[in-house]
């Protein structure tokens, strides 16, 4: 009898429970742990590549924005491309000869003008719709990503403007 207490006091020690069941809580603690880190940094990779998008998109703005700076004050700037601006504009009046014909006859390929810098591309050439002055293409870059925006102009008695319709993101 006394052999069979010994055995049933055995079973029903548990003090190595408490710690099976500490050790299962810290295994469970680490996964939880480990999976949070990984999903901060999965969200801090996602965060920088849209902030790098969203930054080349408004590198690609600017640059149309510079562009038609340049059409509407090409004596404020000096050398190029605002020289190239100037020598466009027929009469100092508009950048159209006498039979309405843009003077911009450049391709996509081989254009009439491309200005470089460290944040973007731009290049203007012939617009593809009749009536337009001129297309502009920027690409502007932040990191890896690039992002190209192409626009056509028109010019009209209150200046020159962007063509609605040809707006579009590449």
Known sequence: MQNLLSHLEIIYDRSGAAMLVTLLFLLLLTIIGTSSLYTAYSEAVLSKSIEADARAFYNADSATEQTLYWFYYPAQFTGTPADFFRRRRINNTSFF??????????????????????????????????????????????????????????????????????????
């Open 97 to 170: 000869n006498e039979e309405g014909i843009s003077q911009y006859t450049g391709t996509k390929q081989t254009p009439d003008i491309t200005y470089s810098k460290d944040n973007y591309t731009l290049t203007v050439y012939a617009p593809s719709t009749p009536g337009a002055l001129c297309a502009i293409t920027s690409t502007g870059m932040s990191g890896r990503i690039k992002r190209t925006i192409t626009v056509e102009l028109f010019e009209d008695v209150s200046g020159i403007k962007l063509l609605r319709g040809t707006w579009r993101l590449d």
